[in-house]
């Protein structure tokens, strides 16, 4: 196996060379638009992609490389924890979204905002849109300005306004303020990214711009974080649903008003009540 990075701001991992459809061609192109793609997807389209995308990597996320196949890469994403593979999640993306990775600096730094400017230079002009959750190895700091190592021996610069260093103590309200940001997003299979998000997603995202290392899945994030009783869940928390014994499908953030969360193909990420049926099916609790 080698070691990489992905060179591109998103790119969608895929169950295999052969899962993407002719409609997801923006999201495997060489130079992909995740944006245009999620936008001319309808709920029946987003359906189909149950079975066929995994998850995201953001721009300067490392990744080793098992194999190569007709331009495309079998990769596994340790920065994402999984029970499919103790190395990473493990799945497909184009060959060409994979660079080297960035040269070693210190105080890694995350995107917090929904998508932020990569600068050629301070107050300069843009040569990439980055996602929230994107962490950076950050160089040196001038006017305002962060500079961070990039894919490819290159570099760049953002805002000190859209970042925070991975190393900062958080508390339970900046969880809770960091997903409200996605307030009316709707929700896409895999999606880990300012785009689109699924349930898991949203923790695993937020829980990345604070520096804790979760899993990417729910009933991982389940089996990974200390169990709490129900009655003692506070806002910043995590619920955790199944059926009939079977294994957890969905995770929220217990909110003061109920929980925020990406609820499912064809619906909005939301802050609201739980349902009768999410109460029925309500089976744990946990606490970073």
């Known amino acids: 196996m080698k070691l990489a990075a992905t060179k591109v701001p998103v790119s969608t991992v895929w169950t295999s060379p052969d899962a993407p459809r002719d409609i997801d061609a923006p999201a495997t192109a060489e130079h992909p638009d995740v944006a245009a793609w999620a936008k001319s997807m309808d ?48 799945g497909w993306v184009p060959s060409s979204h994979l660079g080297e990775l960035p040269t070693a600096a210190s105080d890694p730094v995350a995107i917090t905002v ?13 040569v990439a849109e980055l996602s929230f959750a994107t962490v950076l190895a950050s160089i040196e700091h001038a006017d305002g300005h962060t500079r961070v190592a990039t894919p490819d021996g290159g570099s760049g610069w953002l805002r000190d306004a859209v970042l925070r260093s991975v190393s900062e103590p958080s508390d339970t309200d900046e969880r809770l303020r960091l997903g409200e940001q996605f307030l009316g997003l709707e ?43 129900l009655d003692e869940a506070r806002p910043g928390d995590l619920y955790f649903f199944a059926r009939d014994s079977k294994p957890i499908h969905h995770v929220g953030f217990v909110s003061p008003t109920g929980m925020l969360h990406a609820s499912e193909t064809g619906k909005l990420l939301e802050n609201a009540p739980l349902t009768p049926d999410r109460r029925k099916t309500l089976t744990t609790a946990a606490r970073f």
Do not use: K, M
Not at 114 to 126: D, F, I, K, M, Y
């Open 114 to 126: 929904p998508t932020a400017s990569l600068l050629a230079e301070p107050g300069g002009q843009p």
């Open 43 to 90: 709920t029946e389209t987003r359906l189909g992609l149950h079975g066929r995308t995994l998850t995201q990597l953001l721009f300067a996320e490392p990744v080793l490389v098992r194999s190569e196949r007709d331009g495309w890469s079998e990769i596994l994403a340790p920065w994402q924890p999984s029970s499919e593979d103790e190395l990473g999640y493990p």
């Open 187 to 229: 929700y896409l299979w895999g999606g880990t990214s300012a785009y689109g998000l699924d349930c898991s997603g949203l923790v695993h995202a937020v829980s990345r711009v604070l520096g804790l290392r979760t899993p990417r899945d729910a009933h991982d994030q389940a089996a990974d974080l200390p169990n709490i009783p």
